[in-house]
């Protein structure tokens, strides 16, 4: 069930150590890279709860999500053969867009799944099982263009605007395993039929009794729709306004942030449109809607996602910089200082995902002497400190130690808070939640592209290492918000 995560994550892991490669390859400049970047979160944004939608409602003789994972593998795995092709910068942003997108299509119905499959008490399992595959797609794929060149001899350099050998094999490689994985993940298993979906659900509410929190999807007032919209929309411009008027004092990634607070604004306008209307059995209607009427437990649980991801993107974008700048004194990308820095931050990365594997195994012991909230408090403790820890080791080959930390809290990441958010969510509506509760992934990454070179340069006089103490700061605070969120009781059947 859990397999396909290993082909998903290989696409993922790919594109993430290598599409700003291909991008400088094409001629993008380093300063473009945030913007160029940011199409990735944003797709996952549109994406996830428009597919958890559709998938929630749909049921063919091929099943409800697995119909959905066939599609995104396919359109994935054509776009990892095609990207490194990219013969200019226009079309690798664009392949970037296909292929994130793709992913999204594959990946959302697969978090639903295992809310569908499983029940509630082995869900910390299923999710910890996606941690390992995580785990161990990332591991390898990062490492597929130094295995090409250092185990086949295949070249990794290239005339320039040329990507190199050893990444496009890298890239096949990739659409075919995430092809399989996904395929076989179809093929071994056989979804249950809403009509037993409903039959589960409704056991667990009498086993839950009292304690059991009834959703219902509330139709938001045309009137707040319209007032709150139109305060997003001001905001947006007023800021744009002022970024603009200020473009010499101002990071331009702060662009970003206007331009969310815009988009929300008009989709709020749109969504209280239709409410008048009465047009509310729409796809759009019934995100904005759902958005807007989470259940309690999720609501909570959006806190915690937000302050656990910020940390994530300042760590994938700011590391090199942290760690060539303050453990090895060189910010000169020529020099061997900085490239020295620039591999052991390879290593430091391969460090915590091959730690995920482990830990992914050992939560669910953790979470059985305690419970979901304390195992997943614990481990973002674990990951914060790693973070701050940054700043005060002197000797990079202790760094492995705080990545053992960040090991911890990425695979928690991965796996708790979507086993204590699928025991909250009624079964009909498993997938336009799990994609709503995508945007708490989404948003810290955009709120981090926006201000993060801005409080580097001007607060912290353009020291790196800082933005990854911000980010352990982002990580503890996430790990008290943990205690407020209220996990549903429940009573636990035969292990099955």
């Known amino acids: ?25 094409l001629g993008a400049d380093y300063n473009n890279l945030a913007i160029l970047w940011v199409a990735a979160p944003v797709t996952g944004l549109i994406v996830q709860p428009i597919i958890g939608y559709l998938s929630d409602n749909t049921w063919t003789r091929f099943g ?28 690798a942003a664009g392949m970037l867009w296909i292929m ?3 992913i999204n299509i594959a990946m959302e119905p697969t978090r639903a799944f295992v809310g569908d499959m499983l029940p509630k008490h082995q869900r910390g399992m299923g999710y910890a099982m996606q941690s390992f595959f995580i785990g161990v797609g990332a591991v390898v794929a990062s490492a597929l263009p130094w295995m090409m060149n250092n185990w086949l001899g295949i070249s990794n350099t290239a005339p320039a605007g040329v990507i190199p050998d050893s ?56 009137s707040k729709s319209y007032l709150h919209g139109s305060i997003w929309l001001a905001l947006g411009v007023l800021l744009w306004v002022v970024i603009q008027a200020n473009i010499d004092k101002l990071d331009k990634n702060l662009f970003i942030l206007a331009g969310g607070s815009i988009a929300f604004g008009v989709c709020q306008l749109v969504a209280g449109w239709l409410a008048s209307k009465e047009r509310h059995h729409n796809g759009f209607s019934v995100v904005m809607n759902d958005l807007f ?40 990308p020529t020099s061997s200082l900085y490239n020295q820095g620039a591999d052991w931050v390879g290593v430091l990365n391969a460090t915590y995902n091959g730690v995920t594997i482990f830990a992914a195994m050992l939560i669910p012991l953790v979470v059985k002497l305690t419970n979901l909230r304390i195992a997943h408090m614990l481990n973002l403790f674990l990951g914060g400190l790693g973070y701050i820890s940054f700043l005060f080791i002197s000797d990079p080959d202790l760094l492995i130690i705080p990545m053992i930390g960040v090991g911890f809290a990425w695979a928690s990441i991965l796996a708790v808070p979507y086993a204590i958010l699928s025991n909250s969510l009624p079964a009909n509506k498993m997938g336009v939640f799990m994609g709503i509760f995508n945007y708490f ?3 810290p990454q955009i709120l981090a592209a926006s201000i993060l ?16 103490v911000v980010g352990g700061c982002s990580m503890l605070l996430a790990g008290l918000l943990v205690l407020r969120v209220k996990e549903p009781q429940y009573q636990q059947g035969p292990s099955a």
């Not at 096949?172 to 996904?182: D, K, P, Q, S, T």
């Not at 656990?308 to 994938?316: I, R, Y």
């Open 64 to 91: 409800r999500r697995r119909p959905y994972f066939v599609l995104g593998a396919l359109l994935a795995s054509f776009a990892l053969f095609v990207m490194p092709h990219s013969p200019a910068l226009w079309m």
């Open 167 to 222: 990444v496009r094999f890298a890239f096949y490689a990739g659409g075919v395993i995430f092809l399989i994985a996904v395929l076989w993940t179809v093929y071994t298993t056989k979804e249950y039929s809403p009509e037993q979906l409903q039959a589960f659900d409704e056991a667990d509410k009498a086993m839950e009794g009292e304690s059991h929190e009834q959703h219902s999807s509330r139709l938001r007032p045309v």
């Open 293 to 332: 009427s989470m259940p309690t437990a999720m609501k909570q649980l959006a806190f915690v996602q937000f302050f656990s991801w910020f940390p994530l993107f300042a760590m994938w974008t700011y590391m090199t910089a942290a760690v060539t700048s303050h453990h090895f004194g060189s910010s000169d």
């Open 100 to 102: 994130d997108a793709s």
């Open 1 to 25: 069930m859990c397999f396909g995560f290993l082909g998903i994550q290989f696409g993922f892991a790919l594109q993430n150590a290598n599409v700003s490669r291909i991008f400088e390859t």
């Open 453 to 468: 070179g801005f409080l580097v340069t001007r607060i912290f006089d353009s020291q790196p290492i800082y933005a990854l």
């Open 441 to 443: 992934i989404v948003l």
